[in-house]
């Protein structure tokens, strides 16, 4: 599978204790401590340099949790990484990645998160050609979908065709399909397919699940008509909604 960035952010602040240990503040209501990636990523770090952190974390969500957008594990990354360069841990890229790899599938990608292409687990990661932003429309309908659930209902076609080509032209002789989650979640939960459907109507060239869901994306041949339809769809629904670019680097 394709994993590419997008500029929807959480944002995360690492700041002196008022006591010794990790301790870590959410706009989250009850955000459960040793649960949390953003934690479990600080105690792979303790292990892997055999030191004791002490650390005020705060962490603003902006990306819905349970929404296959990889909010949870790009925090965890950005942890990996922040915290050996404020320590100065001297841990290589590559080790960093071996460390991401046990919090999460997807964790190493956002250790330097460019497009790629994921395989094996998604640890295998090969930079796809750079391409003109693409903007984007993304839905998420106000309930998450677990991966575990995800996964379990997933339908492998075993299908070969990739999208080699990021552009809107490419782009739009694809279907919905290409997501293998797609056919059984969409059955489970229609209001993925009213969600898709929304976009398609607001001149979307192509829409479609993100990863095991629940968000839905559109890709809009130019920012003007992306633009107009988040106005559009903001105004007559109450599924949190949001705009965003593609990245070919990390900010």
């Known amino acids: 599978m394709d994993l590419i960035p997008v500029s929807l952010f959480d944002q995360l602040e690492f700041h002196p204790p008022v006591k010794n240990g990790i301790y870590l503040s959410s706009n989250l209501k009850d955000v459960n401590q040793e649960d949390n990636l953003v934690v479990k990523a600080v105690r792979i770090l303790e292990d892997q340099s055999n030191q004791k952190f002490s650390l ?16 949870g594990s790009s925090n965890a990354a950005h942890t990996l990484t922040t915290l050996n360069t404020l320590y100065h841990l001297d841990f290589s890229i590559d080790q960093l990645k071996d460390m991401a790899i046990q919090l999460g599938a ?11 292409l994921a395989e094996g687990i998604g640890e295998k990661l090969t930079p796809l ?34 999208i080699t080509e990021y552009s809107t032209t ?9 997501n293998d989650f797609w056919i059984p979640l969409a059955k489970q939960y229609p209001v993925l397919n009213r969600c898709r459907s929304r976009l398609i109507h607001e001149n ?48």
């Not at 490419?170 to 290409?178: F, I, R, S, V, W």
């Not at 008509?225 to 705009?243: G, K, L, M, P, S």
Request: glycine share 8%.
């Open 129 to 162: 050609p750079i391409f003109s932003p693409l903007f984007l429309i993304l839905i998420f309908p106000n309930f998450p979908i677990s991966t575990g659930t995800a996964y379990k209902e997933c339908q492998i076609s075993k299908r070969e065709d990739i």
């Open 106 to 116: 997807d964790v190493p990608f956002f250790i330097e998160p460019q497009p790629s």
């Open 56 to 71: 005020h974390i705060k962490l603003k969500k902006l990306i819905p949790w349970g929404a296959g957008l990889g909010g």
């Open 204 to 251: 979307s060239i192509y829409a479609g699940m993100s990863g095991s869901g629940s968000t839905v994306f559109g890709v809009f041949k130019n920012q003007q008509i992306r633009d107009q339809a988040y106005e559009n769809i903001c105004t007559h629904t109450d599924w949190q909604v949001f705009r965003c670019e593609t990245l070919n680097y990390p900010p």
């Open 170 to 178: 490419n782009l739009a002789g694809y279907n919905e399909e290409m």
